[in-house]
């Protein structure tokens, strides 16, 4: 059952990759959720190298305070990335969902790094 929807994932990012690329004028926002975490790395295609992570693994977001939520946490990652891409003169980017439903978690992403500034 796993194995089944991972693939059905990888397939719905394969499609989703195929028209969406990051460029350094607007580089691409991807996210990861695990059962337990969440990852956010801003990367530029053309160059292939990442700009800017944020992780709900760092000992700044565990030490932040006890979330009420995985939702809350993916929030706050996504506030916490925006804040590093603004820093590093990254204002624009492309999201991408990585296959992933933009429901819950995904969501509570992109709408934390709309609040930290980012605009896509």
């Known amino acids: 059952m796993l194995a089944l929807k991972k693939q ?12 969406l690329c990051g460029t350094s004028a607007r580089p691409r926002l991807c996210v990861f959720r695990s059962s337990k975490h969440i990852y956010a790395q801003i990367i530029d295609d053309t ?3 990442t700009l800017v992570a944020a992780t709900s ?14 939702v809350a946490m993916a929030n706050y990652v996504g506030t916490l990335i925006a804040i ?3 820093k590093k003169g990254i204002e624009k980017v492309v999201f991408d969902r990585n296959g992933f439903l933009y ?6 992403v992109s709408d934390g ?5 980012l605009d896509f």
């Open 8 to 19: 059905g994932r990888l397939k719905r990012k394969k499609r989703i990759r195929k028209n």
């Open 84 to 86: 590093r891409a603004v």
């Open 57 to 70: 693994v760092e000992k700044v977001v565990r030490d932040h305070h006890k979330f009420e939520s995985k």
């Open 103 to 108: 429901h819950g978690r995904v969501k509570a």
């Open 47 to 49: 160059r292939g190298c």
């Open 113 to 117: 790094a709309r609040e930290g500034g």
